[in-house]
């Protein structure tokens, strides 16, 4: 059965298909002046299979965004899927996947060391009451633990 196309590029993906944990280009926009932005699909869990509680995934979107800017200026966004499988990380100008793991790797090593979690209170967050350092450092554990793996997203 074909399915129709979306305007989504993650709805089009064959979700049955990928063989998580892995990191993948997701699209390419081009902006009017020449820049241009990359999006990647980082995926920590296995589609339909495994998730994360909302807690350690809140804790390491917080964490995993503060700390990726010590690794790059070109950083515009880090963010979680809803799915709650993975993160989106979006880049201007900088379209090496090489260097993007080396920064992956590095930001989720301090997430592994960190000992609180950034913006978590009723401030600077929206569910300030949701969070776990420990789960988010559980995550970063296993993902790290898989690195060799990241190129490969769909099973042979």
């Known amino acids: 059965m074909e399915r129709e196309k979306t305007n989504v590029?993650?709805?089009?993906l064959d979700h049955t298909k990928?063989?998580?944990?892995y990191v993948r280009l997701a699209g390419v926009k081009a902006g009017r002046n020449g820049d241009e932005v990359y999006k990647y699909d980082i995926r920590l869990k296995?589609?339909?299979k495994e998730h994360m509680d909302m807690p350690a995934l809140h804790s390491l979107e917080h964490l995993s965004a503060d700390i990726i800017r010590n690794y790059s200026d070109n950083i515009?966004?880090?963010s979680p899927m809803g799915c709650q499988t993975g993160?989106?990380?979006?880049?201007?100008?900088?379209?090496?996947y090489d260097d993007l793991?080396?920064?992956l790797e590095?930001?989720?090593t301090d997430v592994t060391k960190a000992t609180a979690v950034p913006a978590c209170n009723e401030v600077q967050c929206g569910w300030a009451a949701s969070h776990?350092?420990?789960?988010?450092q559980t995550l970063a554990q296993e993902f790290l633990a898989k690195r060799d793996e990241w190129p490969i997203v769909f099973a042979e």
């Not at 590029?9 to 089009?12: L, Q």
């Open 76 to 78: 515009v966004d880090f």
């Open 46 to 48: 296995q589609p339909n």
């Open 9 to 12: 590029e993650s709805f089009d």
């Open 132 to 136: 776990s350092l420990e789960g988010a």
């Open 18 to 21: 990928v063989t998580a944990p």
């Open 101 to 103: 793991l080396t920064i």
């Open 87 to 96: 993160f989106y990380v979006s880049l201007i100008n900088h379209n090496d």
């Open 106 to 108: 590095k930001t989720f």
